[in-house]
Nanobody, 115 residues
Framework: QVQLVESGGGLVQPGGSLRLSCAAS????????MAWYRQAPGKQRWLVAS???????TYAVSVKGRFTISRDNAKNTVYLQMNNLKTEDTAVYYC?????????WGQGTQVTVSS
C-alpha cells in the first residue's frame, strides 16, 4: 500500500524555521516527482514547491528565497526547509508524489506561525 507520512509540523514564531519531512513507501521513490502543497483556512490548496525525479525545483513566488525543497532518494524522503516564516505561511501542508497519471497524497501536517 502506498503511504506518504509527513512529520515536522508544529508551532513556530514569526521569523523562525521549520523542516517538514515526507517519507514515502510502496512506490519506487526515485522515479516520482515530489511536491509540497499548502491550504490555509478558507482558501484553496496551492503548490508551494516541487522537485522532479532529476532534482529540478520550482517554487511559488511567495516562498521563493525562504523555502527549499530537497529529496533524499536513499531515505525515500522529501523535505521542505522553511526559513523566515511568516504568519501567512500558516496552513496545512501536504506532500504529493506523482508519476505520469499516478498521484498520491499525504494526510497533511499543520504548520502554525504565531507569536
Amino acid at each position: 500500500q502506498v503511504q506518504l507520512v509527513e512529520s515536522g509540523g508544529g508551532l513556530v514564531q514569526p521569523g523562525g524555521s521549520l523542516r517538514l519531512s515526507c517519507a514515502a513507501s510502496g512506490i519506487m521513490f526515485s522515479s516520482y516527482a515530489m511536491a509540497w502543497y499548502r491550504q490555509a483556512p478558507g482558501k484553496q490548496r496551492w503548490l508551494v514547491a516541487s522537485i522532479s525525479s532529476g532534482g529540478t525545483t520550482t517554487y511559488a513566488v511567495s516562498v521563493k528565497g525562504r523555502f527549499t525543497i530537497s529529496r533524499d532518494n536513499a531515505k525515500n524522503t522529501v523535505y521542505l526547509q522553511m526559513n523566515n516564516l511568516k504568519t501567512e505561511d500558516t496552513a496545512v501542508y501536504y506532500c504529493k508524489a506523482s508519476l505520469s497519471s499516478l498521484e498520491y497524497w499525504g494526510q497533511g501536517t499543520q504548520v502554525t506561525v504565531s507569536s
